[in-house]
């Protein structure tokens, strides 16, 4: 599309969407029309972009900007432009599984943003229905099929393996803030961590996610699967790690969900088990990134928000059990979280 219509100050910075810019940013884009009147409202961004929702008409779009520093204490910063690369794998996941990643309407390469089709009104992401106490294995399970297909529809293909080769969004999202920090403040887990993050860098298999995480999922009558800022051609082995060590984190903060988030975490692998092979990756070697990413949540530049201080450290405690001896199973993975859970007696009574 053409112009923005708007520009970055005089000195050169770039421009920033807000809730009173959004509205003649878009429409400069034409995606919304000048005649009729339109409400922006901000959403929930996390810490890495500006999310803002827009209606006109009924008709509401989420036009999202890449952060180049991000809000954390740390200084964090990771270049905006992978918000192209975001609209580009939302497209290719579109193509893949039709209904499962919102629609892509516009992408601006100059200002780092994407537009994209909102949400129907109600639905809610998973990781806020989980922390309420509301657990649905059937949504895990559907997480680990859609996970499968694009892991293994994508697998050994050149052409895509050299449109998403970059990883430097990976890198500086997830690699260093998760993985190096941890070993620069945990010097006894840096070489078995320095492992994991060898062979991240060296596998090259397939289109990884890379946040794929409850608070990237939108549940209603369907779910959509959102945030693909940190897609690259990489190792398979990181999702699952990573949507299982929230389910691991949520399990120790919601005793009374305890059995019903253990399903979720079963229910999660063994879909994406049988629907990846002959692709999936060995489970020890997930459930040592698990550890290490656990561990990274609560001592990296990135700290989970909700755990009390007592779970922080039991937090830590089964990260550095899966980091250093990793189980071979789901079900002995749990076990390492009971064994190493203050007060699990009694932390198993309901199913949320």
Same mark, same amino acid.
């Given at each position: 599309?053409?112009?923005?219509?708007?520009?970055?100050? *005089?000195? *050169?910075?770039? %421009?920033?969407?807000?809730? /009173?810019?959004?509205?003649?940013?878009?429409?400069?884009?034409?995606?919304?029309?000048?005649?009729?009147?339109?409400?922006?409202?901000?959403?929930?961004?996390?810490?890495?972009?500006?999310?803002?929702?827009?209606?006109?008409?009924g008709r509401s779009v989420v036009v999202k900007?890449?952060?180049?520093?991000?809000?954390? /204490?740390d200084d964090w910063r990771a270049r905006p432009?992978?918000?192209?690369?975001?609209?580009?794998?939302?497209?290719?996941?579109?193509?893949?599984?039709?209904?499962?990643?919102?629609?892509?309407?516009?992408?601006?390469?100059?200002?780092?943003?994407?537009?994209?089709?909102?949400?129907?009104? *109600?639905?809610?992401?998973?990781?806020?229905?989980?922390?309420?106490?509301?657990?649905?294995?059937?949504?895990?399970?559907?997480?680990?099929?859609?996970?499968?297909?694009?892991?293994?529809?994508?697998?050994?293909?050149?052409?895509?393996?050299?449109?998403?080769?970059?990883?430097?969004? %990976?890198?500086?999202? !997830?690699?260093?803030?998760?993985?190096?920090?941890?070993?620069?403040?945990?010097?006894?887990?840096?070489?078995?961590?320095?492992?994991?993050?060898?062979?991240?860098?060296?596998?090259?298999?397939?289109?990884?996610? *890379?946040?794929?995480?409850?608070?990237?999922?939108?549940?209603?009558?369907?779910?959509?699967? #959102?945030?693909?800022?940190?897609?690259?051609?990489?190792?398979?082995?990181?999702?699952?790690?990573?949507?299982?060590?929230?389910? %691991?984190?949520?399990?120790?903060?919601?005793?009374?969900?305890?059995?019903?988030?253990?399903?979720?975490?079963?229910? %999660?692998?063994?879909?994406?088990? !049988?629907?990846?092979?002959?692709? !999936?990756?060995?489970?020890?070697?997930?459930?040592?990134?698990?550890?290490?990413?656990?561990?990274?949540? #609560?001592?990296?530049?990135?700290?989970?928000?909700?755990?009390?201080?007592? /779970?922080?450290?039991?937090?830590?405690? #089964?990260?550095?059990?899966? #980091?250093?001896?990793?189980?071979?199973?789901?079900?002995?993975?749990?076990?390492?979280?009971?064994?190493?859970?203050?007060?699990?007696?009694?932390?198993?009574?309901?199913?949320?």
């Amino acid at each position: 599309m053409g112009g923005t219509g708007v520009k970055g100050g *005089g000195d *050169g910075s770039r %421009f920033v969407l807000s809730p /009173e810019n959004a509205g003649r940013y878009l429409v400069a884009r034409g995606v919304l029309d000048a005649l009729t009147p339109l409400e922006v409202r901000p959403l929930g961004g996390g810490i890495s972009n500006v999310v803002l929702c827009a209606t006109q008409r009924g008709r509401s779009v989420v036009v999202k900007q890449a952060l180049e520093r991000l809000r954390v /204490e740390d200084d964090w910063r990771a270049r905006p432009e992978r918000a192209v690369t975001e609209a580009e794998a939302l497209a290719l996941a579109g193509g893949l599984t039709p209904g499962a990643v919102p629609e892509v309407i516009d992408v601006d390469e100059r200002c780092c943003a994407l537009t994209i089709s909102a949400a129907p009104a *109600g639905w809610r992401s998973w990781k806020d229905k989980l922390l309420s106490g509301i657990v649905e294995p059937a949504v895990s399970a559907r997480l680990g099929e859609l996970l499968a297909v694009w892991h293994a529809t994508t697998a050994g293909d050149s052409k895509l393996a050299r449109a998403f080769a970059s990883s430097e969004a %990976f890198e500086e999202l !997830r690699v260093d803030p998760y993985y190096l920090t941890v070993a620069r403040r945990r010097p006894e887990l840096a070489g078995a961590v320095g492992e994991l993050v060898s062979r991240l860098r060296e596998t090259k298999v397939c289109l990884v996610h *890379g946040d794929y995480s409850p608070k990237n999922v939108l549940v209603g009558q369907a779910l959509w699967v #959102i945030d693909f800022e940190v897609a690259h051609y990489g190792d398979p082995a990181f999702d699952p790690a990573f949507m299982l060590n929230h389910l %691991f984190l949520k399990r120790l903060h919601l005793p009374g969900s305890a059995l019903a988030l253990e399903s979720c975490a079963e229910d %999660f692998w063994g879909a994406y088990e !049988r629907a990846s092979l002959p692709l !999936r990756p060995d489970v020890a070697y997930v459930l040592a990134h698990v550890g290490a990413l656990m561990v990274a949540r #609560i001592e990296g530049k990135s700290p989970v928000e909700y755990l009390s201080a007592k /779970e922080r450290e039991d937090a830590l405690r #089964i990260g550095e059990a899966l #980091i250093l001896q990793p189980p071979g199973g789901i079900r002995e993975a749990l076990e390492v979280v009971d064994a190493h859970t203050s007060n699990a007696q009694g932390r198993r009574g309901g199913t949320g």
